[in-house]
């Protein structure tokens, strides 16, 4: 099926209108608007060439996807000159737009005189991509309680299996989805936390979502002396470590650290990076033999400078082939299918990788699990609007910033650049967003905020979700939390801004009109 051809007319007053307002801009008029239907017919040729692709996408995902396709056509240009003249002349100048963005360029094209058919299937409109987002967060995450800010998902410790009453207390403090980590405990654990859960929920008639992430293929270390966990390797700038993937406790190199995922040490390359531990370690490869990398110490950004067992080992300059779902992942599955309402896809990297999921989720589920995809690595980012496409196979799925990972991946200084980009793009696709690792992290733990993860937890309002890890002040982070999203919610609807009445601002109308 093929699409309708939008006509065309000029409208001579609409033109005349803005001569006489912008009498000195009158000659761009033509030249913004060859531009804009410049930008037009690129966007509805990509639709065009993708139509039996979206037709083939879950009905309620078909508008979602034609409005993300329009939208990185147009992240595909530099219109900054563009939008600085439509600025200038009063118009749109397409920013914030991201849920309905031809729709704004229609408006603008119809302020410059262009005319269009009545029944254009691509008015996709404002009300139209807000209704649809909040009815995708809906079906995610539940019923929202308090409408001025972002459901809140927070993470169960394993003592929440035998503490009913402390699960209580999050759910009646705002807890809208609880998380259970399957890299940590057991279904026996994590079955009891999800009656904990259910428990609650019936007993304060609140609604909460039960969330499981799978464990993925987390690289981790192993050291020498397997019966020691205490056993810690000593490092500091300039210090040569050997990694290898089969550990079999060889005492004659002093600083050995094996990994948990086998077949690694080929794939890697020598310059190559390599970070243990959050990447508070960071290494770089000098050589490689068959089953052992030695690397160089860089740099240790940490008090106590030591490699410790079962920490977390990343690759960011490398491109590692490693399945997404482990041995580990599929036998957790049937659990979760059964219990849990949303599954998180840990290291998702590219559409093959979640077909892979939909396709076992097809046999498995026995009731409507949801897709969250963890956007945790380098491939993941680049591969972000396939995914989103992929996705759409889905009546509705989400998107997880998973900025842990990923920080470590990309390197902290792009995580501001990159955390903002993935909710335009998911914006641009109507899929809601978590925001998540270390909100409000210093809070959690020590029961004192920082200035600067205030002002961090307060971007998080431009996602459908948060979540917060665990700790002993989760409560109070939830209060916190909260409180800070009220504030600030008044001000903005996603990243687009709204004027509230500043209370700065009418005091000192007040005092002038005073005086």
């Given amino acids: 099926m093929g699409m309708e051809t939008i006509k065309i007319q000029n409208n001579t007053e609409s033109i005349n209108k803005i001569q006489e307002n912008y009498p000195g801009d009158s000659g761009n008029i033509p030249t913004l608007r060859r531009e ?19 037709q083939q996408l879950d009905p309620a995902q078909q508008s979602s996807c034609i409005n993300l396709l329009f939208y990185i056509v147009l992240r595909s240009e530099d219109i900054r000159e563009l939008q600085t003249q439509l600025h200038i002349m009063g118009l749109s ?6 849920s309905h963005i031809y729709s704004q360029l229609k408006a603008i094209l119809e302020r410059l005189g262009k005319v269009f058919t009545p029944m254009d299937k691509f008015a996709y409109s404002y009300e139209d991509a807000l209704y649809d987002i909040r009815l995708k967060s809906k079906e995610l995450f539940g019923e929202k309680r308090d409408l001025s800010v972002p459901f809140i998902m ?23 989805v609880a998380r259970i980590n399957c890299a940590h405990d057991d279904e026996s654990v994590w079955e009891k936390m999800i009656k904990n859960v259910k428990r609650a929920t019936e007993e304060t008639h609140l609604s909460c979502r039960i969330y499981m992430d799978l464990a993925g293929p987390k690289i981790r270390t192993i050291l020498p002396g397997k019966k020691n966990k205490n056993h ?27 990994c948990t995922i086998k077949s690694i040490i080929p794939q890697l390359k020598k310059g190559e990076r390599v970070l243990f531990d959050d990447g508070s370690i960071e290494c770089k ?29 990343n690759f960011p300059d490398s491109k590692l082939s490693l399945s997404s779902i482990t041995d580990f992942d599929m036998a957790c599955l049937p659990f979760i299918c059964q219990h849990a309402d949303l599954i998180g896809y840990s290291f998702v990297r590219n559409s093959n990788d979640l077909v892979q999921l939909q396709n076992l989720l097809s046999v498995q589920r026995k009731k409507d699990t949801l897709i969250i995809l963890k956007i945790e690595t380098r491939e993941a980012v680049k591969n972000l609007p396939a995914l989103l ?7 509705a799925y989400g998107v997880m910033i998973a900025r842990g990972d990923l920080a470590i991946e990309l390197g ?12 335009w793009i998911c914006e641009a696709a109507h899929v809601p967003v978590i925001w998540a690792t270390q909100v409000l992290e210093t809070l959690n733990k020590t029961g004192l905020a920082t200035r600067s993860e205030i002002t961090d937890a307060s971007y998080s309002g431009f996602a459908e979700c948060v979540m917060i890890n665990k700790g002993e002040h989760t409560v109070e982070v939830i209060e916190t939390l909260k409180d800070i999203l009220f504030r ?11 004027f509230r009445p500043l209370s700065i601002a009418k005091d000192y109308l007040s005092s002038i009109v005073a005086s």
Avoid at 232 to 249: C, R
Avoid at 488 to 498: D, F
């Fill in 412 to 423: 902290f200084e792009r995580m501001s650049e990159i955390q903002e980009e993935i909710l």
């Fill in 232 to 258: 810690k390797i000593e490092v500091e700038p300039g210090d040569v470590i050997y990694l290898t993937d089969d550990m079999e406790d060889d005492n004659s190199i002093v600083k050995l650290v094996g």
């Fill in 389 to 395: 496409v992929q996705g759409m196979q889905e009546k």
């Fill in 488 to 498: 600030g919610g008044g001000h903005h609807i996603k990243k687009r801004y709204t």
């Fill in 36 to 54: 804009l239907e410049l930008l037009e017919n690129k966007m509805l040729q990509i639709v065009e060439s993708r139509w039996n692709q979206i």
């Fill in 285 to 313: 490869i000098e050589n490689l033999d068959k089953d052992r990398a030695t690397l160089c110490v860089i740099r240790v950004s940490r008090e106590k400078p030591y490699i410790k067992p079962e920490k977390g080992i």
């Fill in 93 to 98: 100048s397409l920013s914030s737009s991201e």
């Fill in 154 to 176: 927070v993470t169960l410790d394993t003592d929440f299996a035998e503490d009913f009453s402390k699960v209580k207390e999050l759910l009646l403090t705002g807890m809208n």
